[in-house]
């Protein structure tokens, strides 16, 4: 086994153990946790947004949001009433468990009902790191090519959801979303799949009846 795939199968196992001590933690007090990915400029903070203002009120909500460099999207999100930390990666292109752990003492509480995560943008890192969430949805707007589930398995295998965002655009570009759904089914046949713009808000309804229906089962199964 060469060195580089020694120490990066290293840190993938610590970074499990990690996720699983998280999981463990979230299946004890009833939280249930989301991992957002996708490539940058999708949709993950603005759907973040869109979802934030729906749940105001009637979820108690946290958020990390992960970046290279900027504190612009914890910036954007802060203003809907739930307690968002930026995590600042300095160049690593994907979360990691041990940043959950190290930043999640900002944003906690006793009686959170969702942790929401938004990776850092990026299609291929981000799917290999496990964060301890109950799912991974990835994002995938329709002017990126309805191609690419096909081009990025990976983070389609692993997802519990794609969220097809843009909806609002379709028809500029050539993006086929029976064609991009029928992608992701064949590489995970099990994946649910959600079309909507953060725009208009047409999807949106049937995308926070999801969230809120999960989150109802976690507490119910705590
Ligand atoms: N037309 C349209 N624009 C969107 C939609 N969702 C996000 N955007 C825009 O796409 C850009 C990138 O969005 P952002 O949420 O920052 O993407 P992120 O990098 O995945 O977090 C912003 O200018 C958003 O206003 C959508 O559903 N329709
Ligand atoms: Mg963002």
């Known amino acids: 086994m060469s060195l580089k795939v020694e120490v990066e199968q290293k840190v993938l196992s610590a970074n499990d153990r990690l996720a699983a001590a998280l999981r463990e933690r979230w299946q004890e ?7 957002l990915i996708s490539s940058p400029g999708s949709g993950k903070t603005t759907l973040l947004e869109r979802t934030m203002e729906r749940l105001a009120g009637r979820v108690r909500a946290a958020v990390l949001v992960g970046d290279l460099q900027t504190e612009n999207d914890a910036r954007r999100l802060s203003q809907y009433g739930f307690p968002v930390r930026q995590i600042v990666t300095g160049g690593t292109c994907h979360l990691e468990a041990r940043m959950i ?3 999640l003492p900002a944003v906690d509480r006793p009686d959170l009902e969702l942790l929401i995560i938004e990776n850092v943008g990026n299609l291929v890192c981000p799917s290999s790191y496990d964060l301890g969430e109950d799912a991974k949805v990835v994002l995938l707007s329709t002017v990126e090519g309805d191609d690419k589930p096909l081009k990025y398995p990976g983070i389609f295998r692993r997802a519990r959801a794609a969220v097809f965002t843009k909806v609002d655009l379709l028809g500029l570009t050539d993006f086929d979303i029976e064609r991009a759904e029928e992608h992701a089914r064949t590489i995970n046949p099990e994946i649910l799949t959600f079309r909507l713009s953060n725009r ?3 999807g949106l309804d049937r995308w926070v009846a999801w969230l809120e229906g999960e989150i109802a089962r976690k507490r119910a199964a705590r």
């Not at 007090?29 to 991992?35: E, I, K, Q, Y």
């Open 29 to 35: 007090r009833g939280v249930f946790c989301l991992n």
């Open 200 to 202: 208009t808000g047409e």
């Open 101 to 103: 752990e190290q930043h």
